[in-house]
Structures are given as structure tokens and as C-alpha cells.
């Protein structure tokens, strides 16, 4: 994006929204951003990242190419090579400014967890009874595996400047989708929720089976106690455990993080 003329990308998003009739406020709201990342992008004092390329274009109705050149394409005639080599530039400069990489430090940890988690998972699947009670209790620790991937590996280092800049409770990063109302991501406490979140992932690929079937049996021999024996009772008591296990040791420390270093 380096060879975008700024202001002449803001006078044509301008130009653009008006024509359909939107304020800066609806054109936001389509992009789950603020009005005032809107508005720098129209006065010229910023332009978007990259993952907002396509639903800017979209929303503003006309294509990628046009939104990079700034201009309408009025004919469909075919573009000339020097053209395509220019937008290629310009898209191609978007995309290095977000290159990810993998975290190399991670590799290593990660695949001896995950290996431990599977062996763990084929054990208790196929070696014990694998019934209803396990199944409620080893879905934190299949999440665990899903979510260690991302976090130990490809999660984001640093989030888009747009995060700084406005307040945005919204992550949409490849298979990620997090939206945490109440709370505004950016680089201060970004970096500490994926640090907790690795940790979690971690201990739970390693701890998990062996946690649970401890609660497990504090759990069917509190529903004896009761006279609660029933086998809906006691699905339905280590499917609340499950989910309980999930609000306070996930999402309420993220929640707090998230506020501590917002």
C-alpha cells in the first residue's frame, strides 16, 4: 500500500459512500469498525489493512482493483499489462505488510503436547468405555489441541494498526472468531490474552483426562450421596461442570486480561 496516494484513497472513499447513501457511522457498522477509522481514511490520515480490502469493497459496490486505483472501470475492457503490473505492486505491498510466520519457538512444545493429548484421546476412547460422562469431559480437552494450534504457532504478534486506534471487541483472523463485548483488542493486551490462552491450551493438553476423571468420580459419587443415580442426572451434572470449567478458567480470565492491559 505504499504507493496509494492517501488523500486521493479518502476522496474516492468518500465519493463512493455517498453515492450509496451512507453515513460514516453505516459504513462502519458493516465493517465492525469505529466511524472515526472511517473518517481518517476520508481526510487521508490512514488507510485500511488488508482483511478489510474485500468487505470495503464490497460494501462500497466495486471490486478490489478499482478500490487499489481509485477510480471506477466503466468498460470492461481488457486492463493493460503495465496497469496489471501496478495493482499486482500495490496488492502485493498489502500482503507483506501482513506476512505471518510461524512461531518457530512453539513447534517443538506444541507437537510434544499435542502427541501426549492424541495418545491421551486414544487411550480413553478406545481403552476405557468411552461413554456420554467421558465424552462431556474431554471436549475442553479437544478444544485445547484445535485452539493450541493456532495460539501456539500462528496467532498474530502484533494486531493491525486499526486496533490502537479505535475500539474493537471483534477478532476474524483465518479459522478465529472473537468477539468479547465489553472489551477493546489492541497491542497492549493482546499479547498477554494469547499468552494465557497458550498456557490453558497447554496445561489442558497435558492435565486435562486426568483432572476430569478425578471431578468425574467426585461428581457420580455426590450424585449417589443425593440419590441423583439417574444417568440424565448425571450427564447433565458433568455436562454443567464442563461448562463451568470453560467460563472460569477461559473465558472470565480472558475477559479480565483483556481489561487489565486494555
Keep these: ?89 500495490k496488492a502485493v505491498s498489502y500482503k507483506d505488510s501482513e506476512k505471518r510466520t510461524i512461531n518457530k519457538r512453539w513447534i517443538v512444545p506444541y507437537s510434544i503436547c499435542g502427541i501426549i493429548a492424541l495418545i491421551q484421546m486414544y487411550y480413553f476412547r478406545y481403552i476405557v468405555a468411552f461413554d456420554m460422562l467421558m465424552m462431556n469431559m474431554l471436549i475442553p480437552h479437544m478444544l485445547s489441541v484445535i485452539f493450541g494450534a493456532y495460539f501456539c504457532l500462528f496467532a498474530r504478534k502484533k494486531l493491525p494498526d486499526f486496533y490502537d486506534e479505535n475500539k474493537i471487541n471483534f477478532i476474524s483472523d483465518g479459522i478465529l472468531r472473537m468477539n468479547f463485548p465489553g472489551i477493546a483488542f489492541n497491542n497492549s493486551n493482546w499479547p498477554n490474552i494469547v499468552g494465557y490462552i497458550r498456557l490453558w491450551c497447554i496445561m489442558c493438553m497435558l492435565f486435562m483426562p486426568v483432572v476430569f476423571i478425578l471431578c468425574l468420580n467426585v461428581i457420580i459419587d455426590v450424585m449417589f450421596e443425593i440419590g441423583l443415580y439417574a444417568d440424565t442426572a448425571i450427564n447433565m451434572a458433568t455436562t454443567g461442570f464442563t461448562l463451568a470449567f470453560l467460563v472460569f478458567t477461559l473465558i472470565i480470565p480472558v475477559y479480565f486480561i483483556g481489561k487489565k492491559y486494555e
Design 1 to 89: 500500500m505504499q504507493n496509494i496516494d492517501k488523500a486521493e484513497f479518502g476522496r474516492f472513499v468518500s465519493s463512493l459512500r455517498r453515492e450509496k447513501g451512507m453515513t460514516q457511522k453505516e459504513l462502519a457498522t458493516q465493517l465492525f469498525i469505529s466511524d472515526k477509522a472511517v473518517s481518517k481514511w476520508e481526510t487521508g490520515q490512514s488507510i485500511p489493512t488488508v482483511d478489510l480490502l474485500i468487505p470495503l469493497a464490497e460494501a462500497l459496490g466495486v471490486t478490489v482493483t478499482e478500490l487499489l486505483e481509485c477510480r471506477k472501470m466503466e468498460t470492461p475492457q481488457p486492463i493493460p499489462v503495465e496497469d496489471v503490473e501496478t495493482i499486482v505492486k
